[in-house]
Nanobody
Framework: QVQLVESGGGSVQAGGSLRLSCAASLYTSSNYCLGWFRQRPEKEREGVAAIRSDGSTSYAVSVKGRFAISTDNAKNTLYLQMNSLKPDDTAIYYC???????????????????????WGQGTQVTVSS
């Protein structure tokens, strides 16, 4: 059973930064794919960033250069550092995981919802102008 628990959400002004964390009980696998998704008000869930077990990363165009995904294997924790936040980044953010390596699509165009089997409960991020 894979468990994912997000933390670090909150409210920030535009231009500010937040770091999200996700405790993930997945690191006993040699291959895995971890990702961050978000669901903005009245919109479908969308992929934000993904990281493969070899450390390779992938980002959605909308966050590239502003967000950074990383892991701390010693702490079994996934992070999303979000800088230069915009009001349009306001959303519920979810971490996700899969025991298989990231797909070609995820690594090329950013994480795909269907590529992940396990999901956290979400954490709210609100960016005010």
């Amino acid at each position: 059973q894979v468990q994912l628990v997000e933390s670090g959400g909150g409210s920030v002004q535009a231009g500010g930064s937040l770091r999200l964390s996700c405790a993930a009980s997945l690191y006993t696998s040699s291959n895995y794919c971890l990702g961050w998704f978000r669901q903005r008000p009245e919109k479908e869930r969308e992929g934000v960033a993904a990281i493969r077990s070899d450390g390779s990363t992938s980002y959605a165009v909308s966050v590239k250069g502003r967000f950074a995904i990383s892991t701390d294997n010693a702490k079994n924790t996934l992070y999303l550092q979000m800088n230069s936040l915009k009001p349009d980044d306001t959303a519920i953010y979810y971490c996700a995981a899969d025991r298989l390596t990231c797909t070609y699509a995820t690594m090329t165009w950013g994480p795909r919802t269907g590529d992940f089997a396990y999901w956290g409960q979400g954490t709210q991020v609100t960016v005010s102008s």
